[in-house]
């Protein structure tokens, strides 16, 4: 069964951190996503990586950086946590299969920010 | 023109009725729709997909239907039952792009009661 694996279901940390998520999957995939959930905003993509050692810039990536030095783990870094950063983290992996690019998301890691 | 709208935010349906969730998009060069499922604890799964060169698709009691015109899809989920309680994503993406980079709605939370 394929995966995507987040290192953390939950996470308290405290403002002024640096805080690092984990995501790894395991199908090889090229891209890999990272979004945040909010209650009324849906998924918000924060940034995404096409290729090892490539991102990009999501909708959001203010407070955030990420890396990618190997094909199956994308790191999502905050900086310097703050409170508006209390979130749902979703990381996801992506394939081109019969034309369209299936994604696969991990369960997630909730992050609370004190 | 990335935005997808999506209504409403929360639904409750009785056990056997119909659930309706819309999404608009603006951005005329998206051409691959899918809805997501997600089961608290869960990352979103794929549930359903369309192209704009068809205007309806059946999966079991799951159904969209799509109007290129009016720039428009929706997720009719037929025989409702308790176990369809979660929150449905539509989304969208040009299958173009060297990613298939999803942009997703805001989320709809649905409860069937029995």
């Known amino acids: 069964d394929v995966k995507v694996t987040q290192s953390s279901r939950y996470l308290v940390k405290r403002t002024g951190e640096k805080v690092f998520l984990e995501c790894v999957q395991d199908?090889?995939?090229?891209?890999m996503f990272w979004y945040r959930q909010d209650p009324g905003l849906g998924l918000r993509l924060i940034y995404f990586?096409?290729?090892?050692?490539?991102?990009e810039k999501g909708d959001i990536p203010e407070g955030y950086s990420v890396s990618r030095e190997k094909k199956e783990r994308f790191s999502l870094i905050l900086e310097s946590a703050s409170t508006n950063q209390t979130s749902m983290y979703l990381c996801?992996?992506?394939?081109?299969?019969?034309?369209?690019?299936?994604?696969?998301f991990g369960s997630g890691t909730r992050l609370t920010v004190v | 023109q990335q935005q997808v709208k999506q209504s409403p935010q929360s639904l409750i349906v009785q056990k056997g009725g119909i659930s309706i969730i819309n999404c608009a998009y603006e951005?005329?060069?998206?051409?691959?729709f899918p809805w997501y499922q997600q089961f608290p604890g869960k990352g979103p799964a794929l549930l359903i997909a369309?192209?704009?060169?068809?205007s309806e698709k059946k999966e079991g009691r799951f159904t969209i239907s799509f109007n290129k015109s009016a720039k428009q899809f929706s997720l009719h989920i037929m025989d409702s039952q308790p176990g369809d309680s979660a929150t449905y994503f539509c989304?969208?993406?040009?299958?173009?792009?060297?990613?298939?980079?999803?942009?997703f709605g805001q989320g709809t939370t649905l409860q069937v009661k029995p």
């Open positions: 996801a992996s992506s394939s081109l299969l019969r034309g369209v690019y299936g994604y696969t």
């Open positions: 990586s096409y290729d090892v050692k490539m991102k």
């Open positions: 989304a969208a993406s040009r299958g173009s792009s060297n990613t298939g980079k999803l942009i």
């Open positions: 199908m090889d995939h090229e891209n």
């Open positions: 951005n005329t060069a998206f051409d691959y």
């Open positions: 369309i192209r704009p060169d068809v």
